[in-house]
Every structure is written in C-alpha cells, then in structure tokens.
C-alpha cells in the first residue's frame, strides 16, 4: 500500500528520478534542507510496506506565501485587502516509472488535502502553483486551476475549489 508522508532520513533520495534535473536536484539536495529551516514541507509517496532506505515514488512541497490581491482576477480582487495569504505548491514529481498512471493526482490530491489541513489552522484563499511548462499547466487545469492574470504559468487553485473536489 503506498502512503504519503513528510520527507525524511530514511527514504531514498538518491535513487530518485523524474526526469527533470531541476526536480530531482531539489529532493537530492535542497528538501531536506529547506525542512529543516522552516522555508518549505516535502512530502513523499512510499509503498508503505519498503525496508529503509525506502524508495520516493513522488513528491510534492509546500510553502506559505503572500501575493497582492492585485494579481487574482479582478472580481476576485475587489473583496479582499491587498494582500492575501496561501499556500504555494513549489514542486511535484513523479518518478519515471510511474508518469501516466495516475500518480500525480494522488499527489496533487494529497497536497489539496494538506492545504485544508493548513487551511483549517492558519486560512489562506487557495493553492498557487508556478507550472514549470505548458504541459505543467495543462496537467493543473486539468484540476480546475486557473492561470493569474499577472502570470501565464502562475495558476490558483480557490479554497472553495479545493473543498468540492475533495468533497468537504
């Protein structure tokens, strides 16, 4: 059974690849890092059931942010102050012997699920994410993100988006 939890010692980062340099750079040498000072959380999908060092199947990180409301559509900015908390999807993977099978939805599926868990705590309007590349955003408005006005590649995902499609 796979499960998804925080980044730690005991997976193989090492062994992971996603095909993306810039990825598989991150999880190898910049995740951990970024735990430990507070700047970001990566998670990791593992078959639960993997001896240590257990393999990374995915991952996916998260971080708060702050933009100016002046960046949403402007019906969305009317009715907030200037400036507005969220929570940032900095990176998702899948490993190469996983891509297309579904993977990346469990993943974007259980970073809705911690924005909520976030959400519940702190609040925060949605989930942003900065799409590497076109088929990245493609794959996110799969999901029903919308790209910023401001950024072709910078999509929102709203809170009340999140809670439908998570059915909460």
């Known amino acids: 059974m796979r499960k998804i939890e925080p980044l730690a010692k005991f997976h193989d ?13 991150f999880l190898k040498q ?33 971080s708060l942010c702050q933009i100016k409301s002046e960046s949403l559509v402007p019906e969305e900015a009317k009715k907030l102050p200037r400036t507005v908390s ?4 900095g990176r998702l993977a899948v490993a190469r012997s996983l891509q297309g099978q579904g993977t990346g939805k469990t993943l974007l599926v259980a970073a809705m699920q911690k924005f909520l868990e976030i ?19 493609r794959f996110y408005e799969h999901f029903g993100f919308v790209s910023l006005p401001s950024s072709d590649l910078e999509l929102f995902l709203p809170v009340t988006t999140i809670r439908e499609a998570l059915g909460q």
């Open 119 to 137: 959400f519940d705590m702190a609040g925060g309007i949605g989930l942003f994410v900065d799409a590497k590349d076109q088929k990245a955003k």
């Open 13 to 25: 980062r090492e062994g992971f690849d996603c095909g993306s340099e810039p990825l598989n750079l």
């Open 30 to 62: 910049t995740a951990r890092r970024h735990a430990t000072r507070g700047i970001s959380r990566t998670f990791v999908l593992v078959e639960e059931e993997s001896s240590e060092p257990k393999p990374v199947l995915g991952f996916f990180s998260l």
């Open 86 to 89: 969220g929570v940032r999807l």
